[in-house]
């Protein structure tokens, strides 16, 4: 739930990142604390893995759950298919991994665990430290899979096929700064979406509360346009939640391309 301080919701107290339970342990002057972050990470993976355990089943007559687990596993294999090739059949459970994490979490963060008390939902991919370390690990498997299988013929990816002589110098640096960058939009985009659309349903939330508070006309006029806007700010949200992952997930397939495929 939000904190409240003098009447007022503070939209950014969701992500503030605190002990767990509520004690911090300090190990040769580093804190070193189960975070709030650390716990919804757990729960993000505990129902991911039950997910796919209640769907891996391999009944003869698959069931729905089955039918949405091997969906999933379709559509990443599919995706990657069509933009790395019959080589990125290898990268499928790495990819297929990344994009569930990263909608499980986005969908956690979105369902109102705050109505038990004592519960305080957080959403892991509104840090940039998670998106970040997600998209480093992918731009780290690029770099491997690319110097690997090419060696220093990697390079060849920052100077475009017909590029004149006197051009590559620079043609070479803009596509090598443009390359390092993309780990920081790839964390960047996925951050910026989910932090912006949960300080604005806090907002809204602040509104509806506000509106009950002081009763009268104003439930009318400020709570139940703020409710009826914050469903559907909900509704949007889990969309975009879904389209960030698969977003995150395509341009990986996309830069492991680069790398299997190099031109």
Sequence with gaps: ???????????????????????????????????????????????????????????LVPGRWQMAVEGFTGFISGMLEQNVGP???????????????????????????GIVPGVHPFTVTSHMTVTGVLALISFAIVLLVGFGKHG??????????????????LIFVVELMSFLVRPFSLGLRLFVAMTAGHILLKVLAAFVINGLNLGGMY?????????????????????????????????????????????
Excluded: C
């Design 87 to 113: 080589g990125g059949k290898r990268f499928v459970p790495y990819v297929f991994s990344l994009f569930m994490f990263i909608l499980f979490a986005n969908i956690i963060g979105l369902l109102p665990f």
């Design 219 to 263: 439930i009318g006029l400020v709570t139940a346009p703020s409710m009826l806007l914050m469903i559907g700010i909900t509704l949007l949200e889990l969309l975009v939640a879904a389209i960030q992952a698969y977003v995150f997930a395509l341009l990986t397939s996309v830069y492991l391309n680069d790398a299997v495929n190099l031109h």
């Design 152 to 169: 220093f013929h990697f390079f060849s990816l920052f100077v475009p096929s017909g590029t004149p002589a006197l051009m590559i110098p």
């Design 1 to 59: 739930m939000a904190a409240e301080q003098g009447g007022k919701i503070d939209p950014m107290h969701q992500f503030l990142i605190e002990p767990a339970f509520g004690s911090h342990w300090i190990v040769g002057g580093y804190d070193l604390s189960f975070t709030n972050s650390a716990l919804w990470m757990v729960v993000t993976l505990v129902a991911l893995w039950a997910f796919m355990i209640g769907g891996m089943k391999r009944e």
